[in-house]
T-cell receptor, first 114, second 115 residues
């Protein structure tokens, strides 16, 4: 059974700091991995999608890496801002799941202090 | 264009009542997913539709949960005889294709509180 774990559960940093969020998964047979952002009371916003054949994806100040063989992904946020405060979720799709249901980690709650 | 919409946004039900939660996917999207998110947890898969066919309902926690998508667009998640453990945010997502490579777009969710 695929399990996804995110560390740390919560993180508080001062504005301007670079930070790394971690995601690990137990079954390396994944189709892709996706990072989401969730603001309180809101749905999920997709940040980055990494296909299993890729090593990393970048969007603005965000960079996500994927090491499928070791079952790990990291989300790097450069020069953090108070507006980055949210819960960050990673999710994987397994290769043989019809339709591609997402299996999520518990999330990391990030607080960026001005 | 319009994203995924869900209604109601908030629902309070007394234990034992039946509830119906609605999802309007992005127009033309083939696939539709329901997820349940308990407080402080990541979303968990409930069920998946491709057009009107329910292809995976392995995540539905009990036979009190029922989902339908009769015309391949709008979907309804129904919970019968609600229990306190059903309190959660119910998220709907849609994607334009039926394969895992297609990105899922999420609605804002319905927060269900069972008292």
């Amino acid at each position: 059974k695929q399990e996804v774990t995110q560390i740390p559960a919560a993180l508080s940093v001062p504005e301007g700091e670079n930070l790394v969020l971690n995601c690990s998964f137990t079954d390396s047979a994944i189709y892709n991995l996706q990072w989401f952002r969730q603001d309180p009371g809101k749905g999920l916003t997709s940040l980055l999608l990494i296909q299993s054949s890729q090593r990393e994806q970048t969007s603005g100040r965000l960079n996500a890496s994927l090491d499928k063989s070791s079952g790990r992904s990291t989300l790097y946020i450069a020069a953090s801002q108070p507006g980055d405060s949210a819960t960050y979720l990673c999710a994987v799709r397994r290769i043989y799941n019809q339709g591609g249901k997402l299996i999520f980690g518990q999330g990391t709650e990030l607080s960026v202090k001005p | 264009g319009a994203g995924v919409s869900q209604s109601p946004r908030y629902k309070v039900a007394k234990r034992g009542q039946d509830v119906a939660l609605r999802c309007d996917p992005i127009s033309g999207h083939v696939s539709l997913f329901w997820y349940q998110q308990a407080l402080g947890q990541g979303p968990e898969f409930l069920t998946y539709f491709q057009n009107e066919a329910q292809l995976d309902k392995s995540g539905l926690p009990s036979d009190r949960f029922f989902a339908e998508r009769p015309e391949g667009s709008v979907s309804t998640l129904k919970i019968q005889r609600t229990q306190q453990e059903d309190s959660a945010v119910y998220l709907c997502a849609s994607s334009s294709g039926g394969q895992a490579s297609y990105e899922q777009y999420f609605g804002p969710g319905t927060r269900l509180t069972v008292t």
